[in-house]
């Protein structure tokens, strides 16, 4: 039903929604990137370590990149650094048009060690040895 002055709520709350899904799109896009949100086709990282494994995570659309970053916005809804095991599939359609479908893995990693102190300890057992 129309309201007289606000017009359809429906049509409000949708629209609300779609800048929504536009800004998750937009964050995840900043924080691929910036390096903060890696995103690899391996099963893990080298020199980091899975410390939690979140869940699949998948990302659908008629456009790659809202596909990935789709994708990508849902891993870090659910709170992950990263996402490992990476792949990416297009359909191709009659008309023309294609479809990506787009998953991986969602971790959680080991906190890195900061490079002083491996440095420091490799120092100081050289110097003793």
């Known amino acids: 039903m129309l309201s007289l002055f ?5 049509s409000r709350g949708g629209r609300h929604e779609e800048l929504k899904k ?3 799109l937009k964050n ?3 924080m691929f990137f910036s390096g903060k949100f890696p995103v690899v086709t391996t099963p893990g990282m080298e020199g980091r370590k899975v410390r939690k494994v979140l869940g699949l995570v998948s990302g659908r659309g008629f456009d790659s990149e809202c596909a990935f970053y789709g994708l990508t ?3 870090i809804d659910i709170g992950a650094d990263a996402i490992i095991g990476y792949q990416e599939n297009v359909a191709f359609h009659p008309d023309g048009s294609r479809y990506f479908s787009c998953y991986g893995t969602a971790v959680i990693l080991e906190r890195e060690q900061p490079i002083s102190s491996a440095r420091k300890s490799i120092g100081v057992k050289s110097l003793m040895h």
Do not use: H, M, V
């Open 6 to 10: 606000g017009g359809d709520k429906k």
């Open 22 to 24: 536009g800004a998750r």
């Open 28 to 30: 995840a896009k900043e």
């Open 73 to 75: 916005a849902s891993a």
